[in-house]
């Protein structure tokens, strides 16, 4: 199935149904009067957010949705049917924009979480809710209120606990197929992942989603390659799985020229992306003796003055720690989060002490 994570719709609710004109003729009752009822309500198209869709591809083909229009109102003081409402399934972590003014509207981050859209128009009165003393008759109704037309741009960003990042050939594709279900195409040429991949990876109790993301390549922040489609997939999860392929490299030196070419990238894109925590992984190691394993892990370690996991994801070589490492990451990023929530709310009490003040 392909990948679709950019379109433009068109959403148009529907208009409100008039109210009716008409009155009581019967032979027993001599001064029937009006007895028109209402219109009903234009139906509204509401977006909800459904975590079985990956993809906007549904919105490939057909690019507007329209609600019902009310039905007009009838006498016996009958209101008109409510028109139905359009509801319009999305993939969780789908952000809606007028595409006019590029204004948020949404921002879907939950199953289940729905937005009405296009709010449906209301149906008119009926001429019963004219009578006055002074008309006891009256010929007049509302007509329905219109419904509203947007045209929207949908833009899906994963939701993925954490992002394998590297530069293509780096192994990512074979890592997520080792640690999860998902079955991405593995190729020796670059570029073989053309769109990111979702796994759900398990350990014990535990279940989270890591996403493979197509390699990044030198200057991809400013459109060159893939990466620069693909980094905005990065930006939620709660960490970095970085993934160096160092089984071709002549010497450290070359080997840590990748790791910097990504990371550079990633601090020109956002400064956000840049600090998120980072696991770095030597991958494919399984092609490497002992010594050379161990001369470019003391390498890393010293650069970075971190620990660096040396993997294969062929062989399941420390794939174990590697998981281990990863619930480690994904449970201080929650911790950070609320840490940051509890900060945000503080500020936001303070200003309103500051303005009760003054």
Request: with cysteine; hydrophobic share 40%.
């Amino acid at each position: 199935m392909r990948f679709i994570d950019e379109v433009r719709i068109t959403v148009i609710s529907g208009h409100g149904g008039p109210g009716a004109i008409t009155f009581r003729r019967e032979k027993s009752i001599p001064f029937g009067g009006p007895d028109g009822g209402d219109g009903g309500h234009g139906g509204s198209v509401i977006l909800v957010a459904d975590e079985n869709i990956n993809t906007l591809i549904n919105f490939r083909g057909k690019k507007v949705f329209a609600a019902e229009d009310g039905q007009p109102g009838a006498g016996r003081q009958l209101n008109g049917k409510d028109g139905l409402d359009y509801v319009l399934p999305v993939p969780v972590g789908t952000i809606v924009r007028n595409a006019d003014t590029g204004a948020l509207i949404a921002d879907l981050k939950y199953h289940d979480e729905r937005v009405v859209i296009a709010e449906g128009g209301n149906g008119g009165r009926g001429n019963i809710n004219f009578k006055s003393a002074t008309n006891q008759a009256p010929r007049i109704a509302q007509p329905g209120l219109e419904g509203q037309e947007l045209i929207l741009d949908l833009e899906l960003k994963l939701i993925a606990d954490l992002a394998l990042i590297g530069l293509p050939n780096a192994g990512k594709s074979t890592l997520i197929s080792a640690i999860s279900a998902a079955r991405p195409k593995i190729a020796d040429y670059p570029f073989t992942t053309l769109e990111p991949n979702l796994g759900v990876v398990t350990m014990g109790e535990r279940s989270w989603v890591v996403a493979d993301i197509p390699g990044l390549i030198e200057d991809a922040s400013i459109g060159k390659g893939l990466g620069v489609k693909f980094l905005k997939h990065i930006e939620r999860t709660s960490a970095l799985v970085h993934l160096v392929d160092v089984s071709w490299c002549l010497d450290e030196f070359e080997a840590f020229e990748q790791y910097v070419v990504v990371r550079t990238e990633l601090e020109k894109y956002s400064e956000d992306l840049a600090l998120k925590r980072e696991l770095i992984c030597l991958t494919k190691i399984d092609a490497m003796t002992e010594e050379e394993i161990k001369k470019f892990q003391d390498f890393f370690e010293q650069q970075l003055d971190k620990k660096v996991l040396t993997i294969s994801g062929v062989s399941g070589r420390n794939i174990d720690e590697l998981k281990s490492l990863m619930i480690k990451c994904i449970d201080m990023g929650k911790i950070a989060k609320k840490e940051k929530e509890k900060d945000r709310a503080k500020s936001i009490m303070d200003e309103i002490y500051i303005v009760d003040e003054d």
